[in-house]
Nanobody, 118 residues
Framework: QVQLVESGGGLVHPGGSLRLSCTAS????????LGWDRQAPGKERELVAR??????????EYHDSVAGRLTISRDFAKNAAYLQMNSLKPEDTAVYYC?????????WGEGTLVTVPS
């Protein structure tokens, strides 16, 4: 089973930007879907972004609250996925988890904390 390791979290002021990285222990060619979830304090984990194959182009989907501000991407050469986060808001404060689907298995990393103070 593939293992995922996130990095890039930290403290950023409102309106700022941050880039999260996720490195996979195996080739991401074997992964049906890559993505990011997050869990804010006192709330349930929620889907943030997904990227998967759709013919020639990637298929991407986003939670409504982050569309237009967050962008997911992947690099097959580096076996990595990224989440570019712009115009960050206090409500984006959460632990962000890298996600992968491999056949019927779902895998998450340990998470990286993003804090946007109000």
């Amino acid at each position: 089973q593939v293992q995922l390791v996130e990095s890039g979290g930290g403290l950023v002021h409102p309106g700022g930007s941050l880039r999260l990285s996720c490195t996979a222990s195996a080739s991401i060619h074997s992964l049906t879907t890559l993505g990011w979830d997050r869990q804010a304090p006192g709330k349930e984990r929620e889907l943030v972004a997904r990227i998967s194959d759709a013919g020639v182009k990637d298929h991407k989907e986003y939670h409504d609250s982050v569309a237009g501000r967050l962008t997911i991407s992947r690099d097959f050469a580096k076996n990595a996925a990224y989440l570019q986060m712009n115009s960050l808001k206090p409500e984006d404060t959460a632990v962000y988890y890298c996600y992968a689907k491999q056949n019927c298995d779902e895998v998450w990393g340990e998470g990286t904390l993003v804090t946007v103070p109000s």
